[in-house]
């Protein structure tokens, strides 16, 4: 019996694998079926028929292709052959010597430094050697070398881009950075002689006219920053504008701004702000153009386009920095005594050595001291006015009776000598010998352009009034806030 199962058992083994292989061979015989029925069918034999057909399609595809090339020879033979230009150029033509490049003027400029001798600071402009001593020789011809300060400028242009050829040098200024001219050193010759001649005068840099319209937001100089300048353009602007306006007081947001100015410039960099040429407000409180101009023997003057002087004929205040501490009056309590007094004058409350400026154009009469008055400078205007600044600290330099001063002029500096309790300036102005208040004569109208000087005036007003147009189209800085 269990021999039977055992032998039941091995067929059934046998049996598994047997069906195993069957199920492979049908997966074969079905994929080589399904391969046949879907494989291209054989070509087959063309026709007489189909032949005829393909050789006569074939013939008139060749036809189409022929007129086609034909075509195209056609228009290619019509078409005008390209024109060649030959250059012809004569023996006469040609310069024997070769052209010489014209020489680029190049500048660089530097700044003395403390302790520093001219010799070092041209050394930092490759002036060495034969070139250096040449310099420093006809400089010592009209100054002494010894007593350049620091922040001196030197500005040197060459006529050769190459850093180190001091023979290129053409010429040298030497001079202030921030204000004044200085000496100006220029080459005699060109064919390798290194001799120079000195002369006084001369921007340690070249000019370039400049225009401007900036919003007002904040005081003057804080709008100026804003519109990418700042202090030292604002302190030229300020005394054209106080002639109109009180900056203290008189700017609204939303004023605007033009200005016309000469730069000073050293290739890139920024020297100084050496002129303002017209100053453009348009405000709140007022609006005007006010166009520079030198006239009556070089003495400076604000126009109006058409020639009336904008500016009142005495400045508005004699301090820039200061602010009125006590008016004209015929009755006040006096400080010191203690006891009712006229007060004939104005009182501008400023630190000690704060600059005075002359209210106007005239000839000092005294510069002296009294018990009461303490320094004092008296200048008269005219034939009728005359101005006295009090109670001074010191004098200007070189200032003395008979000395002509300009409308803006530095006549002394605040102080608090003779009778006072602080530093201040008191200022009083007589008409025909009689006191008058000060802020009377703010209102007297300045001179206007002398008819000999009308046809130079309309022409130079004609180019400043040109670029202050040009910047109506532009809101460059005009929306600074």
Not at 163 to 181: I, K, W, Y
Not at 201 to 211: D, E, K, M, T
Request: hydrophobic share 40%.
């Amino acid at each position: 019996m269990r021999q039977r199962t055992a032998i039941a058992g091995q067929r059934r083994s046998r049996a598994i694998p047997s069906l195993g292989a069957t199920l492979v061979v049908l997966v074969v015989v079905a994929a080589n079926w399904w391969w046949f029925l879907s494989a291209d069918p054989e070509p087959q034999p063309l026709g007489q028929i189909e032949r005829l057909q393909a050789m006569q399609d074939q013939a008139v595809e060749a036809e189409h292709y022929a007129v086609e090339r034909q075509a195209r020879s056609a228009v290619a033979a019509a078409a005008p052959a390209p024109k060649t230009v030959a250059a012809q150029v004569s023996a006469a033509e040609v310069n024997e010597e070769p052209a010489r490049p014209v020489p680029v003027p190049v500048s660089r400029s530097t700044v003395i430094g403390s302790g520093e001798s001219l010799e070092v600071a041209l050394g930092r402009l490759f002036i060495y050697g034969e070139a250096a001593r040449e310099v420093v020789t006809a400089y010592r011809s009209v100054r002494n070398p010894r007593l350049l300060r620091a922040g001196e400028r030197l500005w040197a242009q060459f006529e050769s881009a190459s850093p180190m050829d001091p023979h290129a040098l053409m010429q040298l200024v030497v001079a202030p950075g921030r204000s004044g001219e200085g000496v100006t050193l220029t080459r005699k010759g060109h064919d390798g002689e290194l001799s120079f001649d000195a002369r006084e005068g001369g921007l340690p840099g070249s000019l370039s006219r400049q225009a401007l319209r900036c919003g007002i937001s904040g005081s003057l100089t804080a709008s100026l920053t804003r519109c990418g300048h700042g202090a030292g353009l604002a302190h030229l602007i300020a005394p054209v504008l106080e002639g109109r306006l009180d900056l203290s007081r008189d700017l609204r947001p939303g004023d605007e701004l033009r200005v016309v100015y000469d730069e000073l410039v050293a290739g890139e960099e920024h020297v100084r702000y050496e002129t303002v040429l017209a100053v453009a407000w348009k405000g709140a409180i007022d609006s005007f153009t006010a166009l520079r101009f030198a006239h009556e023997g070089n003495s400076v003057g604000w126009f109006d386009p058409a020639g009336r002087s904008i500016e009142p004929m005495f400045l508005r205040r004699p301090v820039r920095d200061g602010h009125m501490s006590s008016p004209f009056s015929l009755a006040r309590m006096h400080p010191v005594l203690h006891k009712l007094m006229p007060h004939l004058g104005v009182d501008y409350a400023a630190p000690t050595g704060t600059p005075v400026l002359a209210i106007a154009d005239g000839r000092v009469l005294t510069r002296g001291r009294g018990p009461v008055a303490g320094k004092v400078v008296r200048v008269q205007h005219g034939r009728n006015y005359r101005s006295e600044y009090l109670h001074l600290s010191r004098f200007a330099r070189g200032l003395k009776p008979g000395s002509r001063v300009t409308k803006g002029q530095v006549v002394g500096f605040v102080g608090s000598t003779g009778r006072s309790t602080g530093p201040h300036l008191h200022l009083a102005v007589k008409k025909a010998g009689r006191h008058i208040d000060p802020l009377e004569v703010v209102a007297l109208e300045g001179t206007p352009v002398a008819p000999r000087d009308r046809k130079a005036f309309e022409q130079q007003a004609e180019d400043v009034l040109r670029l202050l147009e040009a910047l109506d189209s532009s809101k460059t800085n005009a929306d600074a806030s």
